[in-house]
């Protein structure tokens, strides 16, 4: 029969290896999620239009529509993924239609899964290491392999932001990079 002070410990390492499992995800390294989106998605943008009815049934409902397009997208610039300690390949590309720019992960893409992984935008034309004190946050990481499209805000500027970077933001470490040329 196991003394009291044994269930404890017993207790605590059980308790300290879920939490341990929860926090770091491992998992993820071995894993890969997929994005399917094309470019004519970047571009389209989501309206609300009331359908004709009767005013009993008129409804709003989204409607996609491409508003406004004048021009078809334009590639101005291009890189190749390297990774950062952690497997990456593909092709990333700022597109720009009508004053509108969108970062795309090509079809190519294959980052390493992880825990928490970021899509950041430096000002510069290739990461230099360490923790990065100026960029564009554009959310998590949709996919780890497959094509898949970012909006760009209005600050993004294609003479100044020049590089792309995915980031841990769990362990703080750099997973990949494409400089934008």
Avoid at 26 to 36: G, H, K, R
């Amino acid at each position: 029969m196991m003394s009291a002070s044994r269930w404890v410990l017993v207790s605590a390492v059980g308790v300290v290896t879920v939490v341990g499992f929860l926090l770091f995800r491992p998992e993820t390294l071995f894993t890969a999620v997929e994005a399917d989106e094309t470019l004519d998605e970047a571009f389209a943008t989501t309206t609300t239009a009331a359908l004709v009815g009767t005013p009993s049934t008129t409804t709003d409902q989204p409607v996609t529509t491409v508003q406004g397009a004048t021009t078809e997208p334009l590639q101005i610039s291009t890189g190749q993924f390297i990774g950062i300690d952690h497997s990456a390949e593909g092709t990333a590309g700022v597109y720009e239609q009508d004053g509108r720019y969108v970062l795309r992960f090509e079809d190519d893409t294959n980052i390493q899964n992880g825990p928490d992984l970021y899509v950041w935008v430096l000002p510069a034309g290739s990461y230099e290491g360490g923790v990065p004190s100026d960029y564009i946050d554009l959310g998590t990481l949709k996919g780890t392999i497959g094509g898949q499209n970012y909006e760009l805000p209005e600050g993004f500027d294609p003479q100044l932001h020049r590089s792309v970077l995915i980031w841990c933001l769990r362990f703080t470490v750099p997973f990949a990079t494409a400089p934008l040329g």
